[in-house]
């Protein structure tokens, strides 16, 4: 009854307005936790706009398993329409289902307490991974709230981990990468601390009334044409009207605004990526994007970057999610036992083992990170400079075996999809249109890797 009366109070408060979930999320073409596609107009709601009572119900799910699982992403969609029927309401879940299953996972319902429905999914792997999850609609919403969880936690480590923040990565004499080094306890590491690329200068613009302006570049200063810029504004009862414009040769943008309070909803730009391409999310020059009067006007000008950190505030609430930095990611995931477990099955990975990571990437850094094993059974690499690496993994100094556990798209990923210690690996893109891509976010997802000693 708890978790119920919490989610259905979230929704009227926050969930059944259409204004609301327009200002503080972003289109959803996929789950960024289980990869499954989802169903048309679906909405991820931006973490700094989870209502508090959706990590009350999640805490309560974990409480419910009295220690021995832990939580890990989380993830908040929501559906806008008519869900006041049950054949709707059944509609759009059986869809869901059908989702999961064809990204791989197992679908289990679990407690049900009136509309509500809880579920977990398993997909098999190496380690298998567990999603808990639940379904509530509203009258004019539904929403299908995720979160990750791992099994087998044990009281002194059910607090997640610190993030290792790595400034730079020095050489030695001989001019090859010194090590990064991790220790057992650090399940993520943000490769490149708090540095971030050179921010291009702009020339000096006023702003117009009713008018947005601005510039886009890469951090090398040269103008991006065709970058697609968003504002939203409201004016009368909470309702939003928008208004989109794209770049010129000059990389300069400037389009009407309608009248009212308004906020930049949409900053992106499309790549050329491997053999596809990408929408990657725009930086504002200046670091921060506040909201303005229309009749004022507003000058912003963005910057295409290939890594760093999308704000200090996401920083501090969201280190271990890709979603906070600019640069790709990669989760590398595996079955672990203890040191001294003389009944470990033969491909699992013992507590104390050192597994090394090294990333070359046809041009600029290479990255070399020594991990220690510890109770986690998975480790996050984030914010690794944009690119195509080529990825070696050894376990205690021997190769291991590499495979690509959740291809989101075939055009990305690992190649091969298995191989022997050594592949090639292209980041995933979360979106293909710009006008998709909100400002100041990371757009990548996790290239999800399993390993397995030989």
């Known amino acids: 009854m708890f978790l119920r009366n919490t989610i259905l109070f979230a929704l009227i ?10 200002q503080g999320s972003v289109a959803a073409s996929s789950s960024q936790i289980t990869a499954a596609s989802m169903p048309k107009g679906a909405e991820r709601i931006l973490p700094d706009s989870v209502p508090v009572e959706f990590g009350q119900a999640f805490d309560k799910l974990l409480a419910e398993g009295q220690g021995k699982i832990e939580g ?84 002194s480590t059910q607090s997640v981990a610190p993030e290792r923040t790595v400034v730079d990565q020095p050489t030695k004499p001989d001019g090859s990468t010194q090590p990064i080094v991790v220790d057992a306890d650090t399940q993520w590491i943000n490769v490149m601390g708090n540095e971030m690329p050179p921010m291009p200068d702009f020339p000096k613009l006023a702003p117009k009334p009713g008018r947005v302006r601005g510039y886009v570049k890469d951090s090398t200063g040269k103008p991006l044409a065709g970058a697609e ?45 491997g053999d596809g391409v990408a929408a990657v999310s725009l930086h504002p020059a200046d670091g921060s994007l506040d909201a303005f009067v229309t009749m004022d006007g507003a000058v912003e000008n963005f910057v295409m970057l290939p890594y760093g950190i999308t704000s200090r505030e996401n920083l501090q609430q969201y280190s271990h999610l890709p979603a906070t930095f600019y640069g790709g990611a990669i989760f590398l995931g595996w079955y ?10 033969p491909l699992s990975v013992r507590m104390g083992s050192t597994l090394e990571i090294t990333l070359i990437p046809e041009s600029g850094r290479t990255f070399v990170i020594r991990k220690t094993i510890g109770v986690s059974n998975g480790f996050r690499i984030h914010n690794i400079p944009l690119g195509r690496y080529q990825i070696t993994i050894k376990l205690n100094g021997k190769p291991v075996k590499l495979k690509d556990d959740k291809k989101y798209d075939p055009l990305f990923g690992m190649s091969p999809v298995e191989a022997n210690g050594t592949a090639s690996i292209l980041f995933i893109p979360d979106q293909a249109k710009a006008s998709m891509v909100g400002p100041q976010q990371g757009a990548w997802k996790w290239l999800d890797i399993g390993i397995t000693p030989q």
């Open 13 to 22: 408060l926050f969930l059944s307005s259409s204004a609301a979930t327009a």
């Open 72 to 155: 890990r992403d989380r993830e908040v969609l929501a559906w806008s329409g008519n869900y006041k029927t049950a054949a709707n309401i059944s509609n759009l879940t059986n869809q869901l289902q059908k989702n999961f299953r064809g990204a791989g996972w197992q679908y289990e319902a679990l407690e049900r307490n009136g509309d509500l429905q809880v579920f977990s999914l398993i997909k098999q792997g190496s380690p298998n991974r567990l999603v808990l999850g639940f379904f509530v609609p509203g009258d004019d919403v539904l929403v299908c709230a995720l979160m990750e969880v791992v099994e087998g936690v044990t009281e």
């Open 229 to 273: 810029i968003g504002v939203r504004s409201s004016y009368l009862a909470g309702y939003y009207s928008g208004s989109q414009g794209k770049t010129d040769a000059n990389g300069y943008y400037e389009f009407v605004v309608p009248k009212g309070s308004a906020h930049y909803y949409n900053a992106g730009y499309q790549i050329n990526w």
């Open 336 to 345: 672990g036992v203890e040191a001294n477990d003389n009944n470990a099955p």
